[in-house]
Every structure is written in C-alpha cells, then in structure tokens.
C-alpha cells in the first residue's frame, strides 16, 4: 500500500502543480486511457451478451450481475474506504428476506416499491451495524470491526435458522415475480437489461463519489487514518457514512437477488456468502470499481464451467487461487492491465482557466 | 437437584471444549497478532487425523496422541511458507488463513464425502455418581483441558521457551539483539498453536462425529472468545472462552435456544465494543 500512497500524493501534486502536470501529460494521457476502455469492453460484452448466450446462460448471466452489483458496494467498503466488512451479507441477504415477507405477507410487488424497500433495509441495518460498530468515543481497530461484521452476519444466519416466521431451515419458496403495471418481470432478457441498467446507474454514481472531494478522502482514510483526522475530517464520520452506502447497494442487489432466484434462504445472510463477495473483490482488484464486476464474472462464470465436471475440485483450485492472488497480486487481476496510477486516479473537479490564479 | 447436577456437568463440559479449542487460536491471536481463519481446519484435521487411525484399525488412542503432532508440523510448515508474509498486514493475514482454510477444507469434504463419520469414544460409558449418570468421556475431556491448560500455562510462564515466546512478542528488535531467533520462535508459536487445535480435534471428534463443516462451527465462536477475553495475554483468552462456553450452553436452558443463540453474540460484541482491551488486560502470561 505504500506504492499506493505515494501515488496519491504524486498525483495530487499533479493537479495543482504547473509545471508537473506539463511535464508529464504526454506520460499521463497514454497511461491514462486503459480503464474508459476496460469499462467500455465489459459494458458492450454485457449488452450483447443475451443475444449470443442461450436462455439457461441468460439467467445466469442476470444472476452475475445482480452478484456484481453486490461485489460493487464491498469494493466501496474495502476497496475506497479501507473497511473489512466481513458481513456484507447481512445487508444483501435481510433485504432479500425483507422483500420477500413483502411480497408473502402484503402481496407487494410493484418494482418502484420493493426495490427502495430492499435498498432502505439495507440501509437501515448497515446504519445500525456500522453506527455501532465504528462511532463512538474510542475509534475502533481494524480487527473488531471486521469480527464485529462476521459475528454479525453469523448470527443473523443462525436466526434466519431458527425463526419460524422466516421459514427456518428453508427460507421463503416461490416468491411471487416482481411487476410494474401488468408486466411481470421473469428470468430472460428483459429481467436482464433491468439489472444491467441499474448496475450502470449504481456504477456511475459510485463512480462520480469516489472520484470527488468525498472519495479522496475516503482514499486518505484507507492510507493514514491518523493523518486524515489531523486534517479536520471526522474519520469516523467517513466510515460511517461509505459503510452505509455500501449497505444500501447490497439492500439492492439482495431484493433483485430474491425476485430472481424466486426464494431466499439461510445462506443469503450468512458467512459464506460474505466471504464470496470478498473473495470476488479480491480477485477483481479492490480498489477499482470495474475490478469488482470483473472478479465476479470471472469467479461465477469459472465456476459455473467447471462445476460440470470437476464440481469437487473447484472451491480447492478457488482456494489456491486465491491464496496466490493475496500473495503475489494483492491489488487483483485488473492490475495485470491497469497501473498504480491510473487505480488511483484522480479526485474532486479539475481546475480549468484558474491556473494563473494560484499562488 | 439432579437434573441441575445434569444441566451443570453439560454446561461444564461445553465450557471446557470451547476452551480447548480457543486456546490455540488465542495463542497465536496474542502472541503473533494474527487471527488465524484456518484454526477452525487445524482442528478438522486433528480429528480427520483421529478418524483415519481409527478406520486403519489401530487404537483410537494412537491417533489422538498422533493428531497433535502431524496437525503442529503442518503448521510450522505452512507458517514458514505462507503466514511468514502476513505479518505486516493483521487483515491480509486474515484473508490468507482464510484461503488456506478453505484449501484444507475442501480437501478433507473431498476425500471423506458429505459424510457424517462417527468415531467411537476410546473411553465407553458412563461414570454413576448414585442417581446420576454424567458421560465418561465427556468428563475425560474436562480433565485433559485442565492439564492442557496448566501445562500451558507452565511452558509459557516458567520455562526459557516461554520466557523466549514472551520476549519476541514483547519486543522483536530486542529478543533479536538478544539472539534469540525470532523467525524460529514465530514459527514454534505457530506449530505449537496449531498442534493444540489438532488435539482439540482429536478430543471431540467422538462427541461431534467428523464432517468438513466441523471446524466453522467454533470458528466464530473462538474469535469472539478472545476478543471478549482480551488479546495479548494468555489468561485472557482462556477467560474469554469460559464466558463464552458457559453462557452459550447454559441460555438454552432458561430461554428459546434461537434467541439464546443470538444472544451470546450481541452481548459478546456489545461487551467488546465497550472494554476493547477485553476481561484481562494487558499482555504477560
């Protein structure tokens, strides 16, 4: 992470220093083009995608993307803010059952409800979780609060489990299809563009905060907490608020999630599924947003592959994988094509016309 | 009275086997500062080690006193090999263990299939006490756990290899300059944590019958034992898991074990966000 932090502050000298800044935009604008094109590849790869893909691919396809979209809001929290949220599912997952007791008990399923639902739920228990967990006198460690996270999601996982309203072992069956009007939104294309379409709004927002003000700040956080608190900024303050975020993302991606499979169930809250998100993050290249979609796709789609065949073999290889990911390639797979730069990136509005008028 | 004699001895017996499972993961959470994710495979494959002595017809004793020793040499091993790189990183190394966790698990749920395998108790029956029948097993368990923990409790704070493990967590530079060798010590600290995990087992494979899941199951528990216990001391943890032990064994007994399940959590995180530094703190023995 040093290499990480020196770019930062190459970077932000770049932007307010002339001369550096002249001196290196013939460097700069050739390293500065991979990630619009990255984005762009796997944009147009999404779009076409159903035309090329059979009808079963099709709905496996719309259930990576939802996973992306969730993958999304745990790169906000650890890749941009420096968060171990080793619970991420607890967001994804109650907001799922959320919907899905909407959808049972109150016949509610109207999509410009139940998704602002879902995202609300979200929302509301990473404000209670993340409030408790990172505010208060005392900062937290690191440590506690991703065990604070993992313990979290582990017993909601047990009382989804226990609790007979929530159907216990089984979770909820046959969710009804989420409508708008009379159209019900079923497995296929047009369930697919949906999602797809919501995970470019998302990734574009997410992507203007963690290009602002907002988002160098979060970037600071991850480098020196310390010396972003000396700076003025309520460090705790930031946590709080990007974990919230991110758990109003993963509110989404769960009431999409539960619509499209049809039933939630235990898992969805649980650990394994937190750790799933981790490991795409991971894989992708935290701290790029394309690296979390990315890391998803390739994690399902291999997965998806080779379950055929070598379906006892796989979590194994996922396992070495992985391991030979934190060793030797801690920044993700996207870092085979993206420099320490251009991950960085830069932060706030340019200044454009001013630059006679700094001192 | 009897039943809370019953009631008493179950709630013991679960205290003792959290506690002889967290020492392990407390050990090295304390004197290594890593929170080791693959703890909860080491004791898989204690009893998965179990098992397979078991299943090629020798004694079942055999394979529990040779579970602790292949399980620690696993561990020095793969300390030397992987976990030397976490140091720097407590989150980076979570993430590591994690992934090695997941590689021995998977590789175990591949070679004994989604099986439940039982292994019988190498000490049958049941000990009458009058009226009252406790497991004789189960009460072996406690008393190995109470010289597990004074033997530990012995090397740590009265021999020169305590006294050397002491000195490398307290100051590296200095036990370095010292010369004792740190490396090695990380090491030895990380077998020997690591070999506890394997007895541990060893010791409740009879109990909990062997399947891939078995570790998870106190993984979580065992980290929020040495969070509540305090990390950095040996005692601390130790305390921690009777806690945790005693309260998630005894709760199910006066209300709905889901709730009482639930419970033990959010008092344990709600405990740990106000007392950071947990029951004991401090570092030492």
Known sequence: MGAARQAVHADVGGETDVSVAESTTAERSSARRVLPIVEGVVLVAALIAPLVLQDYLTVFATRVVILALFALSFDLVWGYAGIMSFGQALFFGSAGYGVALLARDLDITNIFLVLPAGTLIGLTFALLLGGFLLLGRHPSSVIFVSLGTLTGSYAADRLARGWYYLGGQNGIPSIAPMTLGGYEFSEGPGFYYLVLGILVVVYLLCRFLVRSQFGLALAGLRENEQRIAFFGYKAQHLKAIIFAIGGAIAGLAGSLYAFHEGFVWPNMVGVVVSTQVVLY????????????????????????????????????????????????????????????RERVGSFGTKIKGKKNAAP | MANAFVAAFEILSFGAIIVLIVLGLGIIASMMGIFNFAQGEFVLLGAYVTYLAYAKGLPIWAGMVAAPFVVGALGFVLEALIIRRFYAAPIVAMLGTYALGLIIRESVRGLIGGFYLTVPEPIGGSIDLGTMHISAWRFTIIVITILVMAGCYLLLSRTSFGLRMRATLENPSLARASGISTPLMYGATFA????????????????????????????????????????????GPVAGAGVIGTLSAALPWVMAPVVADVLVFVLAIAFIKFRPQGLIAGRGV
Do not use: K
Request: hydrophobic letters at 60%.
């Open chain 1, 281 to 340: 993050v991971l894989f992708g290249g935290s701290g790029t947003l394309i690296g979390a979609v990315i890391g998803t796709v390739i994690v399902e789609g291999v997965s998806f592959w080779l379950s055929d065949n070598y379906r006892d073999i796989w979590p194994i290889i996922l396992g070495v994988l992985l391991l030979l990911v934190i060793l030797f390639r801690p920044l993700g797979l996207i870092s085979f094509v993206l420099g320490e």
């Open chain 2, 192 to 235: 020997f944590g690591s070999a506890l995990a394997g007895l541990a087992g060893a010791l409740i494979v009879p109990v909990f019958s062997l399947y891939a899941d078995l570790g998870i199951r106190f993984l979580i528990q065992g980290f929020v034992a040495v969070m509540v216990g305090g990390v950095g001391s040996f005692i």
